[in-house]
């Protein structure tokens, strides 16, 4: 069974840093598409960062130039680094992955679909105070 678990959520001040984990388990480590996503209370979740299997990424218009995804092969884990946080990133962050296909399609906005993912991890909580 393919098992995701994401560690690394917390309470930061705005403009704060912080790194999320995922350590991902049964399957085939770095050949699909994975990615981070975000639900903030009362909204639609939204996919804010991916990357394939040849370690090509695609960020969210709302991320870009602040978050940076990245993969460990050695360790099954990828990251999510989160740099001047802003009280509206506060969310449940869920790691995720597509084990049907290698690569990652985004909308315009370089935002992930939730419909193309069938495996999520538990979820952190990021918590951004002004």
């Known amino acids: 069974d393919v098992q995701l678990v994401e560690s690394g959520g917390g309470l930061v001040q705005a403009g704060g840093t912080l790194r999320l984990s995922c350590v991902a388990s049964?399957?085939?480590?770095?050949?699909?598409?994975m990615a981070w996503f975000r639900q903030a209370a009362g909204k639609d979740r939204e996919g804010v960062a991916s990357?394939?299997?040849?370690?090509?990424?695609n960020y969210g218009d709302s991320v870009k130039g602040r978050f940076t995804i990245s993969q460990d092969n050695a360790k099954n884990t990828f990251y999510l680094q989160m740099n001047d946080l802003k009280p509206e990133d506060t969310a449940m962050y869920y790691c995720?992955?597509?084990?049907?296909?290698?690569?990652?399609?985004?909308?315009?906005?370089?935002?992930?679909?939730?419909?193309?993912?069938?495996?999520w991890g538990q979820g952190t909580q990021v918590t951004v105070s002004s």
């Open positions: 995720a992955v597509d084990t049907s296909s290698s690569v990652c399609v985004t909308d315009s906005g370089g935002y992930s679909y939730t419909w193309a993912f069938r495996h």
């Open positions: 990357i394939d299997h040849d370690g090509n990424t």
């Open positions: 049964g399957y085939t480590y770095s050949k699909y598409c």
